[in-house]
């Protein structure tokens, strides 16, 4: 029941400030504008990934969000402070969604690229056309290769040169080894070069650049897991403390030395989680 009355009065809150916001011609006025703008910008993301949708169904997700992340907030903490600081963090939960949406396609994309190359490759060799050959590509490849290359193909047919359609290509993906390609299919069709030869040259390459990054992987593998070891230990000691001794960190909000040590020690660990991180990654 108590839970019940909170959750109510939180929603009443809610609609009490909403009201007040609307009511004053200012804030609505600039509220309207970064709506606007922020539904915009996911919406632009979701077409990035093939996947249009409706500015209404945007402004539900951005509502359910904020109410569903001041809904959680409240059950995690029972606080009502937690659960407005939820509802405020829930309009960027849908930017960070298309952001990981987007980083998955990407990522299954350049999974798929040598083996789109040697189709490629294959189709040029029996005789087809570069056009024809991303008709086999559409036919054969699995998402998101083949809603790529099914993209490029109407681009064409709606009048872009083959060279714009790759260009738009390569923007959405933003994937070194596919701007190598995508360069090297421009320079050849201009200097005339074997597009084939280039095709089963860049699949060895792209496949031999892998096999070597997952030897780094391997060989850092210690140094990450010390990283994400030492990252864990604050989070977890802390409760533990806490369970045996509940005051133990009194000192550190309490006292204005300890509040100065508690934002240091928090600003030294984000800066060490960051260099961990740093030396830890090779570029290859």
Known sequence: MGLILWLGLLVIAVSIGLLVWYMSPHFSRKYSQIRDKQIEKTASAFEEMLMPIKPKYLTMLYIGSILGAGAVAYILFESIFFALLGAM????????????????????????????????????????????????????????????????LQQIKMGLTLEEALEALRKRMKNEDLDLVVISVLVARETGGNI?????????????????????????????????????MPILFVPFVLSQNPHHFDIFFKDETGQMLLVAAVILQILGLFMMRRFSKIEV
């Open 196 to 232: 084939t030869e280039i095709f089963n040259n860049l699949a060895l390459m792209i496949r031999e650049k892998k096999k070597l990054m997952r030897k780094v992987h391997v060989l850092t593998a210690q140094a990450r897991l010390q990283g994400m070891i030492i990252s864990a």
């Open 89 to 152: 963090i829930g309009p960027i939960l849908p930017f960070f969604l298309v952001r990981i949406l987007g980083q998955m396609r990407r990522k299954k994309f350049a999974e798929q690229l040598v083996d789109t190359l040697n189709l490629l490759s294959s189709s040029l060799k029996a005789g087809l056309t570069l056009s024809q050959a991303f008709e086999v590509i559409v036919e054969e490849m699995p998402s998101p290769t083949k809603e790529e290359f099914m993209l490029i």
